[in-house]
């Protein structure tokens, strides 16, 4: 109980912090900031018209009004200091919790437990955003605003539906029929969507009988509602998603439309997709025993459940971790495991394999099937990858035509196309098959990258010549988002020399004409409400850069059309006036691939592009990569990923433990 944490305490300091710089600049803003001392700025005063007449802006700045305004602060920044205090002594969480599952404060302690979690991810994306801001050469803080604030309601929903399926402010827990786990009869599910028929989605022909015991696995394209199939079992679409559900869906004999997530927590649990947003606690320990606790049950008994736990996952040794420092892979099995706290007779997974290099894969896949097939539970898995699963999987379901089609044992679906080729939206074909490099392009020297007293990339070398398609592998945890942001940002050790010259003695706004980077989570790169808008702002800060017009306005809408094998902008004007996270995920990197490009960089940096893309979509990503490296353009990217690699390179590099090697050279025909 008793344990002291930093990072409480650091969180609580910065948001202290904030507000007082805060209180400040709104003094200035509104009238100045005049009570004696030195005058440091006589700005004029503005004063308002209409119904606003009374209120004027700026004015006289003077180090007294400073003072005074920082002052009249620091009530409220020494209170939200000395929660941060508390908090790093003693996990206050634990007190909102219990008042979460009674008494009359019920609703507020639910809301500050959720506030209080998303606060460091608030944190984080300021973080985050700030180094996407500069990847894309953005210098307006206000432009900033609104991925942070879309990637904290995106914590923020996450959470709350995490704690939901974990039984968080239960006040009753519906009893469980062991051997009827998933029960479906005549049912459907459907969204309407708030652009009416346009965007309204429906599933129907569900009737299922899943038995404990069994792993069945569900596939389909991106969007054909994989997570709302899984969903629908948990109770998530019903409860908390505003899904539609119609006939009958029954999960461990509880009527699923009658019975809200938190209350059959204590025999369903689920793995979300993106784990990391779903985690509540700071340390393995707490995130494994969350459910247990949050339902009062005594810490003796929680710890002895939690080590149950981990040692059947073989992951005891990370027990005392804190969630930030886990690998992708750990993280997975983290899930996995806060998911099986509760021995649950239906585990509901999503996409467990979408980040994972291959030992990781082959560890998550046996414990899945251990847990089917001889803890008798009934699991049930979504993913694109199928591979993995021949041989251990019971049975599949495949999402096709807004109809499920169930395959027996000894059946499933038909694998898809292969990775040589792409069908573009246009008719056409793109053979995967890069062209030779031309000639020396970019030296990279002995860069190293130190991650405290640890070089997490060390002492690298590589040449990369015009032309190239160089996939860059590596197991989870190798260092090569490390490496991709070195090259890219230029602030480690040793040197980035792109077509002559340095990229660290280039300002800033021009470095992205020597090296551009898509991160893993581009769509921190994404900051307007249409990809219309995306377009003409990336235009416009070229222009700004350059001090000239650098042409048609339309020359990243242009580009982005391209990419998607598309031919003009008038093919892609469907897409033009949708927000970009409506798009797919392998349109939305093809965008923010577009407006890395506007700058021309010579060096063109992709990290983990195939990521939780289905076959289709790994397709239109390859046919991209392809377009984009070109005579005056190198291409690298980071994947696990190993056939879209062999595919699609013109080699291979693998870095493990920091360190850089060539894979031999594929054997083309």
């Not at 979300?272 to 995130?287: G, H, K, Y």
């Not at 097939?373 to 199928?386: K, L, Q, S």
Request: net charge positive; glycine share 10%; charged share 20%.
């Amino acid at each position: 109980m008793f344990r002291f944490r930093f990072a409480p305490l650091r969180a609580a300091a910065l948001l202290a912090v904030a507000f007082v710089g805060f209180r400040v600049l709104y003094r200035v803003a509104f009238g100045g900031a005049s009570g004696g001392g030195l005058l440091l700025l006589d700005l004029p005063r503005l004063p308002l018209g209409g119904p606003f007449h009374h209120i004027a802006l700026l004015g006289p700045v003077t180090t007294g009004g400073l003072a005074q305004a920082a002052l009249s602060a620091l009530p409220v920044a020494l209170v939200i200091l000395g929660f941060g205090v508390l908090n790093a002594l003693v996990d206050v969480r634990r007190f909102f919790a219990r008042g979460a599952n009674r008494g009359p404060l019920r609703a507020l302690s639910r809301s500050l437990v959720i506030a209080w979690a998303t606060f460091p991810a608030l944190i984080e994306s300021v973080r985050r955003v700030r180094t996407a801001g500069t990847l894309r050469g953005e210098r307006s803080t206000p432009s900033l605003l609104v991925p942070v604030f879309e990637q904290t309601v995106e914590r923020a929903l996450c959470l709350a539906a995490s704690m939901e399926v974990r039984g968080f402010a239960a006040t009753r827990a519906a009893p469980a029929v062991c051997a009827r786990p998933v029960v479906m009869t005549d049912a459907a599910l459907g969204f309407e969507g708030p652009g009416g028929d346009e965007h309204a989605w429906h599933l129907g022909g569900l009737t299922l009988d899943l038995a404990p015991g069994t792993l069945t696995v569900i596939v389909g394209s991106t969007g054909s509602g994989k997570t709302s199939l899984l969903h629908s079992m948990s109770g998530l679409f019903q409860h908390f998603d505003d899904g539609r559900q119609h006939g009958w869906i029954e999960v461990g004999g509880a009527d699923r439309a009658a019975t809200p997530p938190r209350e059959t927590a204590g025999f369903v649990g689920l793995v979300t997709q993106n784990v990391r947003l779903s985690f509540v606690a700071e340390t393995v320990q707490d995130e494994i025993g969350f459910a247990l606790a949050v339902r009062g049950v005594a810490p003796l008994i929680v710890e002895q459940r939690v080590h149950e736990v981990a040692e059947l996952l073989q992951i005891s040794h990370l027990l005392g971790r804190g969630i930030e420092a886990l690998s992708a892979g750990e993280a997975s099995l983290v899930a996995i495991g806060a998911a099986l706290i509760n021995r649950p007779i239906l585990l509901l997974v999503d996409e467990p394999l979408a980040d994972l290099d291959s030992p990781a894969r082959e560890r998550v896949v046996r414990v899945l099937e251990r847990l089917a097939h001889r803890a008798r539970v009934c699991v049930v898995v979504a993913e694109h990858n199928t591979r993995e699963w021949v041989g251990a999987a019971d049975a599949w379901l495949e999402l096709r035509g807004a109809r499920v089609h169930a395959f027996g044992p000894g059946e499933r679906p038909r694998a898809p196309a292969g990775a040589e080729t792409a069908a573009l939206p246009g008719g056409s074909t793109v053979i995967l098959a890069a062209a030779a490099p031309v000639g020396p392009l970019a030296s990279i020297r002995h860069l190293t990258v130190l991650h405290g007293t640890e070089r997490v990339v060390d002492d690298v070398s590589l040449d990369l010549s015009a032309g190239d398609l160089v996939a860059l592998a590596g197991r989870n945890g190798a260092g090569k988002s490390s490496l991709l942001r070195a090259i890219a940002l230029s602030a480690v050790r040793g040197s980035v020399i792109v077509a002559g010259r340095d990229v660290a003695e280039l300002r800033p706004r021009d470095r992205r004409t020597a090296v551009a980077l898509v991160p893993e989570n581009f769509d921190d790169l994404l900051f307007a409400v249409t990809v219309a808008a995306e377009c003409r702002r990336a235009d416009r800060r070229l222009t700004a850069a350059s001090g000239t017009r650098t042409g048609s306005e339309a020359g990243t809408a242009v580009r982005f059309a391209t990419l998607l094998g598309l031919g003009t902008v008038l093919e892609a004007a469907h897409l033009m006036r949708r927000h970009p996270r409506d798009l797919s995920a392998g349109e939305r990197l093809c965008l923010v691939m577009a407006i890395q490009l506007a700058a021309e960089p010579r060096v063109l940096l992709v990290d983990e592009p195939t990521r939780g893309l289905d076959p289709g979509a790994r397709m239109l990503v390859a046919a991209a990569l392809l377009r984009a490296s070109n005579a005056a353009t190198a291409v690298m990217f980071a994947t696990h990923d190993r056939d879209f690699a062999r595919s699609l390179a013109t080699r291979t590099v693998v870095l493990a433990a920091g360190r850089l090697r060539a894979e031999p050279e594929p054997v083309r025909p």
